[in-house]
């Protein structure tokens, strides 16, 4: 079992919804990430957090929020998605920087 | 331009063979390097790492060169077994500890 929980595990949602993708993580660690996974594809960067405070966005569009409550939660917020965002969004935590980081099992986002 | 609908390269061996996984890195800053596993429905998951002050780091039954003059690295393992079978990425990591990825090869273990 991983020690990156991430929930839901699925979500399917239309283009005018708003949700929220979650994860947590309790090893202390104090950078965390969220990554975008298309099929067949390897994991694409997308916002990274160091100590709670934002250090790298990816160009990422505005219709993806991050969220960092404290050092143990990560969130996602989601609003007005297109069909080429359905992927799987995976998030990582890490001691910190230049330490290996673990990845959580997902959410699987369809978006319809 | 980038290719679209294409398998991932794949590795096919025999249960108890060695097994080599290549990778070619393209930025000859970066001074961080992994390998992760990733199984159909679930995370990449930690394999080994290594830095750039060394070339050859072991694990169990796992091995990681680092060759930095040609920017390559490859992932042994020993004793492949059917629950080796999975996507191997390697990783990269550079400044402000951005990681950036391969892109894939499948680990096919023949019983």
């Known amino acids: 079992d991983t020690e990156v929980t991430q929930t839901p595990k699925h979500l399917v949602m239309g283009m005018t919804n708003k949700k929220s993708l979650k994860c947590e993580q309790h090893m202390g660690h104090r950078a965390m990430y969220w990554y975008k996974q298309k099929a067949k594809k390897p994991p694409e960067l997308m916002f990274v957090y160091s100590y709670e405070k934002l250090s790298i966005n990816e160009s990422v569009p505005s219709r993806f929020s991050p969220e960092c409550p404290n050092s143990s939660l990560l969130n996602l917020h989601l609003h007005a998605l297109q069909p080429e965002d359905s992927a799987l969004y995976l998030c990582?935590?890490?001691?910190?920087?230049?330490?290996?980081?673990?990845f959580g099992d997902g959410t699987r986002l369809s978006i319809l | 331009g980038e290719s679209v609908g294409l398998h991932l390269p794949t590795l096919s061996v025999q249960e108890g063979d060695n097994s080599i996984i290549n990778c070619a890195y393209s930025n000859s800053a970066s001074d961080y390097f992994i390998w992760y596993k990733q199984e159909s429905g679930k995370g990449p998951q930690f394999i080994i790492d290594i830095r750039s002050n060394m070339d050859k780091r072991q694990g169990q039954r796992v091995t990681v060169l680092l060759n930095k003059t040609v920017k390559h690295l490859s992932l042994q393992i020993a004793a492949t077994q059917p629950g080796d079978s999975a996507v191997y990425f390697c990783?990269?990591?550079?400044?402000?500890?951005?990681?950036?990825f391969g892109k894939g090869i499948t680990l096919s273990v023949r019983p």
């Open positions: 990783a990269e990591e550079g400044a402000n500890s951005k990681l950036t």
């Open positions: 990582a935590s890490s001691l910190y920087g230049d330490q290996p980081q673990h």
